[in-house]
């Protein structure tokens, strides 16, 4: 089963509004890192939070994490229409489930405008 | 600087025929991933490797093959290709796991979109 869920699936906002999407996870993790995908490409990096931050800031990108509720939200503030993509998040399992990323099945952001 | 090139970019395949699917990465990376994307799915985990020569199994191992031979490559086997297996297919690589290590984050490859008939 997926270790990360976004939610909403889908997001449709105007250009210039704040856009956000969240994700939650079920087990504990060391980091959370969100990435984007435009329409048929490869996912790009675009922020990681370890589990002992709370908040993180990366230009437009605001990302917080509680991990007393195992959830993370990504905020875009003043969005445009090139942010329309779609958004997962991602987690490693703690060290003594393996080795690898597990990810979400994504929110489509759309940015009309 | 080209990342993670995959190779080929689309390919069709008639179901019971073979191919393998190549990832190589330039960036000294000790992990590699191959996933799957489906709509609706999201990314799932095939296999990934932790080092030169070594392999293991993700989410959705069944009908493939990997091998990591040379560190720069990761090499994405199907025997006898089915129409469930039809997707695109990322490859992904990057430097750690560690949590005290900065450079944790994925660098993705392009994508291959496989169709089988």
């Known amino acids: 089963s997926q270790q990360g869920e976004e939610d909403p699936q889908a997001l449709s906002i105007q250009e210039g509004e704040n856009a956000t999407m969240n994700c939650s996870y079920k087990?504990?993790?060391?980091?959370l890192q969100w990435y984007r995908q435009n329409s048929g490409r490869g996912l790009v990096h675009l922020i990681l939070?370890?589990?002992?931050?709370r908040e993180k800031h990366s230009g437009r990108l605001r990302v917080t994490l509680d991990t007393s509720k195992k959830s993370s939200s990504l905020l875009i503030t003043a969005s445009r229409a090139a942010d329309t993509a779609s958004y997962f998040c991602?987690?490693?399992?703690?060290?003594?489930?393996?080795?690898?990323?597990?990810f979400g099945p994504g929110t489509r952001l759309s940015v009309l405008p | 600087n080209a990342g993670v090139t995959q190779t080929p970019k689309f390919r069709v395949l008639k179901t019971g025929q073979s191919m393998t699917l190549l990832c190589a990465q330039d960036?000294?990376?000790?992990?590699m991933y191959w996933y799957r994307q489906d709509p609706g799915m999201g990314l799932r985990l095939i296999h990934y490797?932790?080092?030169?020569?070594?392999?293991a199994k993700g989410e959705v191992p069944d009908g493939y093959n990997v091998s990591r031979l040379k560190k720069q490559n990761f090499l994405l086997g199907l025997e006898s290709a089915a129409p469930s297996q039809t997707s695109v297919y990322f490859c992904?690589?990057?430097?750690?796991?560690?949590?005290?290590?900065?450079?944790?984050?994925?660098?993705f490859g392009q994508g291959t979109r496989l169709t089988v008939v």
């Open positions: 992904a690589s990057s430097y750690s796991l560690d949590t005290l290590s900065p450079n944790t984050e994925a660098f």
């Open positions: 960036m000294n990376h000790e992990y």
């Open positions: 939070i370890r589990s002992n931050e």
């Open positions: 087990t504990s993790i060391n980091n």
């Open positions: 991602a987690t490693d399992r703690a060290k003594n489930y393996g080795q690898n990323f597990v």
């Open positions: 490797s932790v080092g030169e020569g070594t392999t």
